[in-house]
């Protein structure tokens, strides 16, 4: 029984009415791809959801994973469903045909995503590390390499796994210690211990690749001396055959959420492994992956709070509480604090869906287009938005996953309800793949400061270029309204921001992060708004629906534009400078 619901009513009018999926029709690897393709996809996903992935959902939280005989079991079903996951060739849809993949748009394959997510969180871990290390290779490694796993990745022969963090180096990959010495054939000899590996096993898939920052012996320090490496689990060793590769999981996490998904510690020991890319540029090649790790943590942010949203909803018109003594009890939704919750989940879930379908489509330009320039704007376009939705969604995610709960009152806190879940599992969202903090600052130094503007410049010209072709509906005038004062304000707190940046004021830009990349997620909220409710200008539920959210956001958050702007203009030396002895004092 499923208890998700995938919401491609609202996917197929982003896809084709909001985002304009013509533009990718335009270019030649998609001039196939129609409204009915779109609608098929999304069907068979909605049905994959709810159907394989979703039953098993609770159950796999109730058991979790173990490690057993120093292997790592699954819950039951886990193995099967990643089966028919591969079988129906869902690992592949947005990787080239020549590797075994269906070459489809990622914003098609992001859109599918969100409903693998929503459906079951833990299971939808897995596939992503596959698709991402297939990427990587893709783009960085020899032709041996590619022919070898990627292939097998597709099938769902090979899994990947992710393999950063060290006991001493987290976010701090700079003090990485594992160490890689070269071998005559060209190979290398790993040793280290590293931690927090999402599915660094499992006991359904014939290999694993691991794809593993690591030192070379003399290489600088800091990230500028770290290589990138592929281990795989199992290495062929003539004559003596296949063998156990020197990797062992020494521990399964025991965890607040996301229990079905071990996280793991790994163990190398003289383990073989072979070089990705050049030497001392590892961190640069990994970034490969950090376009679709970060895209589809947005992605479970969205999925998150739109699952526990639609849950909320569905209670909230069944539960009868309130009235008059006298009277028959009303749907606790016709409660004005709950009908207020309900719209507030709404309005920041169905915005940030959008925005975050928006940059997936942009990395299908970039990766695209047959003109230089265009790709070259797309991705410079989707390298802002991808800090913004990362960290904005997976906050929502956790925040509306919160207000269900809220809603659904004393049953949400108790486990039967399924909600409670949603909470646990998503919280990790904005820790994992760079943690909120970091996107923050990353998007003030690397993306606002670097770069002088320059891609600020295009967000907001994308943003005025829609204030412009709507300014004729006056029905749009309180949303347009509140796109223009988020404009406003972005610009005039980034020019300050760019300013702190030409005197070097490191400190007050750190502070101000955080409410810069919420003040600019805000904004592209607002504009997703504006851009939605212009296209829902029909009288079916979905349009109606869409330009009464769109009047609640205008009327009821936009106050939060100057919230945000005052955040980010915070100065380092306006925080109080206590000594560890005041910190201490009175806790």
């Known amino acids: 029984m499923t208890t998700y619901f995938a919401p491609t009513q609202d996917l197929e009018f982003l896809l084709n009415e909001v985002l304009e999926l013509n533009r990718l029709r335009a270019l030649a690897p998609f001039a196939g791809l129609d409204a009915s393709i779109v609608k098929s996809i999304l069907a068979e996903g909605a049905r994959f959801s709810q159907n394989v992935m979703s039953p098993i959902n609770e159950s796999g939280d109730r058991l979790g994973s173990s490690l057993v005989d120093g292997n790592v079991r699954y819950p039951p079903g886990f193995a099967d469903a990643f089966a028919r996951y591969a079988n129906d060739g869902w690992l592949g849809m947005d990787l080239p045909e020549r590797v075994g993949g269906q070459g489809l748009p990622r914003v ?45 990745m597709v099938k769902g022969d090979c899994a990947a796994t992710i393999v950063i963090s060290e006991p001493q180096a987290g976010s701090d990959v700079g003090r990485i210690g594992a160490l890689a010495v070269p071998r005559e054939d060209g190979t290398y000899r790993l040793n280290g211990t590293k931690c927090f590996i999402s599915n660094a096993d499992n006991d359904f898939s014939q290999q694993i690749a691991h794809i593993v920052l ?21 290495v062929d060793d003539p004559p003596a055959g296949r063998r156990r590769n020197g990797v062992q999981v020494l521990r399964v996490e025991q965890k607040m959420g996301l229990k079905a998904s071990p996280t793991c ?8 492994a072979m070089r990705i890319g050049n030497e001392g540029r590892g961190l640069n090649a990994m970034f490969e992956m950090v376009n679709t790790m970060r895209l589809e943590v947005a992605i479970q942010g969205v999925a998150i709070g739109a699952a526990a949203m639609g849950r909320a909803i569905r209670y909230s018109l069944e539960r009868l509480q309130g009235g008059a003594a006298e009277s028959a009890p009303k749907p606790i939704i016709r409660h004005p604090d709950v009908e207020r919750m309900l719209l507030t989940m709404r309005a920041r879930t169905e915005a940030v869906r959008a925005l975050t379908l928006e940059a997936a489509l942009q990395l299908d330009l970039a990766e695209h287009d047959s003109d230089d320039s265009k790709r070259a704007r797309a991705l410079g376009y989707a390298q802002w938005l991808l800090p913004i939705c990362k960290a904005y969604a997976s906050d929502l995610g956790f925040e509306t996953a919160s207000s269900a709960l809220q809603v659904f009152g004393g049953y949400g806190y108790i486990v039967e309800s399924g909600i409670e879940q949603y909470v646990r599992d998503v919280r990790v969202a904005s820790i994992y ?14 993306k606002l400061i670097a770069d002088r503007g320059e891609r600020l410049a295009d967000y907001l010209f994308r943003m005025r270029a829609d204030v412009q072709a709507t300014a ?19 610009e005039r707190v980034s020019n300050v921001l760019l300013e702190r940046g030409t005197c070097k004021q490191s400190a007050a830009l750190e502070t101000g992060a955080a409410g810069y990349l919420k003040l600019a997620g805000f904004a592209g909220s607002a504009w997703m708004w504006l851009r939605m409710s212009s296209k829902a200008q029909g009288d079916s539920p979905l349009h109606r629906t869409k330009r009464a959210t769109a009047q609640f956001f205008a009327s009821t958050l936009s106050p939060e534009t100057e919230l945000h702007a005052a955040q980010a203009l915070a100065r380092h030396s306006d925080t109080p400078n206590l000594n560890d002895e005041q910190w201490l004092a009175g806790i």
Do not use: C, W
């Open 433 to 446: 793949e760079g943690t909120n903090g970091i996107q923050a600052i990353d998007l003030v130094m690397r």
């Open 214 to 234: 690591a030192r070379t012996p003399g290489a600088a320090t800091g990230t500028r001396g770290l290589s990138l490496f592929l281990l795989p689990k199992y």
């Open 265 to 272: 510690v790994l163990e190398f020991t003289d383990a073989h």
């Open 472 to 490: 004729g509906d006056p029905a749009l005038a309180a949303i347009r309204s509140t796109v223009v004062q988020s404009i406003a304000a972005l």
């Open 108 to 152: 098609l394959q992001a859109a599918f995503a969100e409903m693998t997510n929503g459906a079951n969180l833990a299971f939808s871990m897995l596939p992503v590390t596959i698709r991402a290390a297939a990427r990587l290779l893709l783009a960085h490694s020899d032709a041996s390499l590619v022919k070898q796993f990627v292939p097998a």
